[in-house]
């Protein structure tokens, strides 16, 4: 109790502290690049259809009573015997076997659009609720919509009309009040939403049955009547034959303004690309040596941490993508306003515009923290561009969940990135619905080298996941007293190792069970971690004066060393505070400042060793990043001694040229942030300077690190072009690339938003093809060897960190 009392008075101290702070200072189809982005032909490889081989295809439906075509006002849908007034359906898979049915799409620029689609109306707002889920109950909603087999043909009515046996007439007409219609009923709607969400069951003699995902009612035919029924009755048809027709709407979509150009399709192999060919390594590359690289770093599925409201945008939507990437004002309020981290991390601009489909007016950019900037068709640009792997690491912070008054999803992390876990494989899925059926999309999850090799190989983007997290495993501590034990760790690792995780960070953004955590020197961010991690621990992070050989050139970030005085500490203190504030504004230094920069005293402690030996049991890639100084040269010291090779400093977090050429020279892997031009081709060369141990091709193998989603920026704008970039040809040659489209805007990579979003990669290294500035032909194609051989370096490292024995 007394824990928890301390905690929360750290967390409401924490809290005064940060807002005194902030108080101061058109439709686009399918590539069809990539195989089964959107099959022409329906059938299986048997020549059977199958409820997944008609996605985004073109298809009427036909029953033995008519059919399915538009009415007279051509605002509903009816029965005919004419086949020529039959209507072409667009069919949008939602999952797998679910589609939405839609019959027209008009918008005009800068507008969402409306769209017609076979459904279930809900004129009185009762089922759905303003996003298009459902929320009513499911018996009212059958009771209103009624069942086609409680209908009699009452040869009295006009016409011989079809009634329920109480009298109402059926088929698309509701009940009203004062002319204003309130019930619901089968008709045309005009956005997508779950009552427009059909399953497809297969029938017999190649005909489906199409009921509603809501209902589970059976879209029904009898007399010239279109209706639903919850039961199969003679007279009354509940199967459909679908058949190809043209003349269909595309459904809004991001086209990955990519196309091939050689039949083969995207480069799988290193000798098949001349840069690699050509090379003073050709002679060393294997048959089967994968080209591509890694993206060792990404939070792709970070749409659900820190309560689910921090960010806005989805990778992927039931609905599409003006659903995904719509308005970000429903978390981030009028004009931007509840955006704080985006607040606080553009220089204190407390408000930006929130349209996003289709317009984009604000976002995507590349420092727009809070807005989602990897759409899957945007990770599948990349993917055209030489991606071959990708690490989603789940991430979040508790303390900054429980700080944040906006939230849906639970801060406790043993539940969210168990959430991130399922929608990583639902978008999987939804990848695969798309593309016509399980495993046909390009998007794999994998959990072993083996995996990996084999899914690349068939022309497809292998996804790894990992965990990178400030209490991983609720192993967290206050007032230096642990927070879980031996067994627990054991007992949640098993489980995450059980779910597919392969990555894992000890330590992450705050101290914890395991040892200290390298500060964050960044403005604002740095600040509020500072202080979040007095409310997490119950204490300031403890810092001290660097050692000479830590740090670069590049950049100096604290880490660890040897206790203080207290006097000496509270200088420390004040010398941190001050480095955030001096960034701005301009203020007097308040204490003497440390020449090599502030470092974390705390190292790693005795449950941390343990941690980090039972990773090493699992065989799991052991990632050194965020971890103080003490933490990672322990860490190394384990590695070394055991001869395990599996460490990976992902993302350019270490800060300390010594350590990278110890984890180099352990066997480990670097992975760096991409920057422009001359920059990014030093940072990629700089890795051959390393005692490194795995080569490919004559290079060592950088990875990328981008980061996406995860409160950090993506490479700035390059500058002006001097000589015209677009279109251009990936590094393997095969695919051209012109300016990225989504919705009515125009990416280009000199618009002032840099690398704004994840498909934008392939852009920046091409232009850095492009833009030699001094560097010489040879630096630049050296640079692009190591990226583009990493993806064989990491699976080397992997295959070698599964084959270590203790």
């Not at 069919?91 to 076997?97: F, K, S, Y």
């Not at 740090?551 to 941190?576: F, H, K, M």
């Not at 402690?605 to 040269?633: A, C, K, N, P, W």
């Not at 091409?766 to 630049?780: C, F, I, K």
Request: charged share 20%; net charge negative.
């Amino acid at each position: 109790m007394k824990r928890r009392f301390a905690r929360t008075a750290a967390a409401l101290c924490v809290m005064i502290f940060l807002s005194g702070l902030l108080a101061a200072c058109e439709a686009h189809g399918p590539s069809g690049v990539v195989p089964g982005d959107g099959p022409d032909d329906p059938s299986g490889p048997s020549g059977e259809q199958t409820i997944y081989s008609f996605a985004n295809g073109c298809y009427t439906l036909q029953s033995d009573s008519g059919y399915v075509a538009l009415d007279a006002s051509g605002a509903d849908y009816t029965l005919s015997d004419d086949a020529s007034k039959a209507v072409a359906f667009t069919m949008r898979p939602t999952a797998l076997g679910s589609y939405l049915l839609m019959s027209g799409y008009r918008r005009a620029a800068g507008e969402r659009g409306s769209k017609s689609l076979l459904g279930i109306r809900d004129p009185g707002g009762e089922f759905l609720d303003a996003a298009g889920n459902f929320i009513g109950e499911v018996g009212n909603l059958i009771a209103g919509v009624g069942d086609i087999t409680a209908i009699v043909l009452d040869p009295l009515a006009p016409g011989g009309g079809i009634i329920r046996e109480g009298g109402e007439v059926i088929g698309g007409v509701g009940g009203g009040i004062g002319g204003i219609d309130i019930d619901p009923s089968l008709a045309m709607v005009n956005e997508a939403n779950d009552l427009a969400v059909w399953n497809l069951l297969p029938a017999s003699n190649r005909r489906f049955s199409l009921t509603s995902a809501i209902t589970g009612q059976r879209l029904a035919a009898s007399h010239g009547i279109l209706a639903l029924t919850s039961a199969t009755t003679a007279g009354i048809d509940t199967e459909f034959k679908l058949a190809p027709t043209q003349g269909c709407a595309a459904y809004p979509e991001v086209d990955t303004n990519a196309q091939l150009i050689d039949k083969r399709g995207p480069a799988i192999y290193l000798r098949d690309v001349p840069l690699f060919a050509k090379s003073a390594g050709a002679s060393q590359i294997g048959a089967h040596d994968l080209y591509g690289y890694v993206d060792g770093h990404s939070h792709i599925t970070a749409y659900e941490f820190i309560g689910g409201r921090v960010n806005y945008g989805d990778p992927f939507h039931k609905f599409g993508v003006d659903h995904a990437l719509d308005d970000c004002e429903v978390n981030h309020g009028p004009q931007g306003i509840l955006g704080i981290v985006e607040t606080v991390t553009s220089g204190f601009n407390p408000v930006h515009e929130t349209k996003g489909w289709p317009s984009f007016n604000f976002w995507p950019r590349h420092d727009s923290l809070q807005h989602h900037q990897s759409y899957y068709k945007w990770i599948e640009r990349s993917y055209l561009g030489g991606l071959r792997l990708l690490v989603n690491h789940y991430t979040g912070n508790e303390i900054l969940c429980q700080l944040n008054p906006q939230k849906q999803n639970d801060c406790h992390f043993e539940v969210n990135w168990r959430l991130q876990a399922q929608r990583l494989r639902e978008m999987q899925d939804y990848i695969d619905a798309q593309n016509g059926g399980p495993g046909k999309g390009w998007f794999r999850i994998v959990t072993s080298p083996a995996d990996a090799r084999r899914v690349i190989e068939s022309g497809k983007l292998a996804v790894v996941q990992g965990i990178e997290i400030s209490k991983i495993f609720d192993c967290g501590e206050f007032l230096d007293v642990p927070e879980c034990t031996r067994e627990q760790i054991v007992e949640r690792l098993d489980a995450a190792y059980a779910a597919g995780i392969r990555h894992i960070f000890p330590i992450h953004k705050f101290d914890n069970a395991f040892g200290g955590v390298v500060p964050d020197e960044a403005l604002g961010i740095g600040t509020i971690l500072y202080a979040g991690n007095v409310a997490e621990t119950g204490h300031p992070i403890e810092f001290e004066a660097c050692p000479e050989s830590f740090g670069d050139d590049s950049a100096t970030r604290p880490d660890s060393a040897n206790p203080l005085g207290i006097i000496d500490q509270l200088l420390r203190q004040l010398e941190y505070i001050n480095g955030q504030l001096s960034q701005a504004m301009p203020i007097p230094p308040l204490a003497p400042s440390s020449e090599h920069g502030l470092c974390n005293k705390r190292g790693i402690t005795e449950l941390g060793q343990f941690f980090v030996q039972e990773l090493m049991r699992r065989r799991m890639f052991i990632e050194v990043d965020h971890s103080s100084l003490g933490v990672i040269d322990r860490i190394l010291e384990l590695a070394e001694n055991n001869g395990y090779p599996g460490l990976i400093s992902s993302h350019d977090w270490l800060y300390s040229e010594q350590l990278l050429d110890r984890l180099a020279a352990s066997g480990g892997m670097i992975g760096r942030f991409a920057s422009s031009r001359s920059g990014w081709v030093d940072r990629l060369i700089k890795v051959e300077d390393r005692p490194a141990r795995h080569r490919v091709a004559g290079v060592v193998g950088t990875g990328l690190a981008t980061d996406v989603n995860g409160i950090a920026s993506l490479p700035g704008n390059s500058g002006a072009a001097d000589t015209p970039l677009y279109p251009f040809t990936s590094v393997d040659g095969r695919v051209r690339f012109d300016r990225q489209v989504t919705g009515d805007h125009v990416f280009d990579l000199y618009d002032g938003r840099g690398v704004s979003h994840y498909g934008m990669y392939p852009d920046q290294i091409a232009d850095m093809q492009l833009h030699t500035d001094d560097r010489t032909p040879a630096q630049v194609d050296q640079a692009l060897r190591e990226l583009f051989s990493s993806a064989e370096v990491y699976l080397r490292l992997w295959e070698a960190t599964e084959a270590w024995k203790q």
